[in-house]
């Protein structure tokens, strides 16, 4: 069966510090370069076969592609739909503020000068339909952001409302995902 793999970016220093990064380009930690070199070691350690790495063009996600090509050997190319969700007024603030976990749950809200959840999936939906029509050829792993993962779970998963809000993945961790 078709699949593709999807894995959030390294620690970056807002991870550390709480903060909703959003469309902000925020560089990786330490940490986050070692985690993305040890995601690149796991893939060769399993024998994924992956044949193309995409990945968003803010510098956290294209610096964990990059450590992972190194180590693998396998291309890598941007892909401008991944960048994170723009959450307009809600960058920089608290990822668990009170406010920010309603909003998370309108999603045509623009969040003063952002993008909109349905925008969101519907370029990302777009491009997963692409992969689809594709897939039989060709196993990519997504390098992206965890309002990235929401989308793309939500893609290939039935969710609620307050599931698709709270869903996430932690920094560098793999999922695998089966076209039908």
Not at 103 to 121: R, S
Request: include cysteine.
């Amino acid at each position: 069966m078709a699949h593709i793999y999807f894995t959030r970016h390294g620690q970056t220093i807002w991870n550390v510090e709480n903060k909703i990064c959003g469309a902000t380009d925020i560089a990786l930690t330490d940490l986050g370069h070692r985690q993305a070199i040890a995601l690149g070691e796991e893939i060769l350690r399993q024998g994924l076969k992956i044949d193309e790495i995409l990945y968003s063009p803010l510098i956290r996600a294209a610096e964990t592609a990059r450590h992972i090509s190194e180590v693998t050997g396998i291309p890598m190319r941007k892909e401008v739909r991944l960048k994170e969700q723009n959450f307009g007024k809600y960058e920089s603030t608290p990822r668990d503020g009170a406010e920010f976990a309603e909003m998370k749950t309108h999603f045509i809200d623009h969040f003063e000068g952002g993008e909109t959840m349905l925008h969101l999936a519907q370029r990302i939906y777009n491009l997963l339909d692409e992969m689809k029509a594709e897939a039989e050829d060709k196993t990519y792993l997504l390098v992206a952001h965890n309002g990235i993962s929401r989308v793309v779970h939500s893609y290939f998963h039935d969710m609620e409302n307050e599931e698709y809000a709270k869903f996430g993945i932690k920094n560098c961790e793999i999922r695998k995902y089966e076209f039908k």
